[in-house]
Nanobody
Framework: QVQFVESGGGLVQPGGSLRLSCAAS????????MGWYRQAPGKQRELVAH???????TYVDSVKGRFTISRDNAKNTVYLQMNSLKPEDTAMYYC??????????WGQGTQVTVSS
């Protein structure tokens, strides 16, 4: 059964950077389109970036030019490099397949807080 474990979140000042990691179990990880989602308090979960098995990436407009998604299929890991962070980036961040099918449960997420 595939599971995702997110890490790397924390408290950072506006303009700072964080690198999130998502470790996946399961040998078929390399075939998945993987995405980073986030959910702020009182808001719906949104997909902010995703990457295909061949590493083609797509971003939501609000993070373009600031976030970079990447993957290492040998390590079954997907990353999200976040630069120039803004207070509105504050949220719980999760990884999962794209589109979300419900076949893999959400992990515990990793909290990102951008505040001075």
């Amino acid at each position: 059964q595939v599971q995702f474990v997110e890490s790397g979140g924390g408290l950072v000042q506006p303009g700072g950077s964080l690198r999130l990691s998502c470790a996946a179990s399961g040998s078929i990880f390399k075939f998945y389109v993987m995405g980073w989602y986030r959910q702020a308090p009182g808001k719906q979960r949104e997909l902010v970036a995703h990457i295909t098995s061949r590493s083609t990436s797509t971003y939501v407009d609000s993070v373009k030019g600031r976030f970079t998604i990447s993957r290492d299929n040998a390590k079954n890991t997907v990353y999200l490099q976040m630069n120039s962070l803004k207070p509105e980036d504050t949220a719980m961040y999760y990884c999962n397949t794209v589109p979300y099918s419900g076949s893999v449960a959400w992990g515990q997420g990793t909290q990102v807080t951008v505040s001075s």
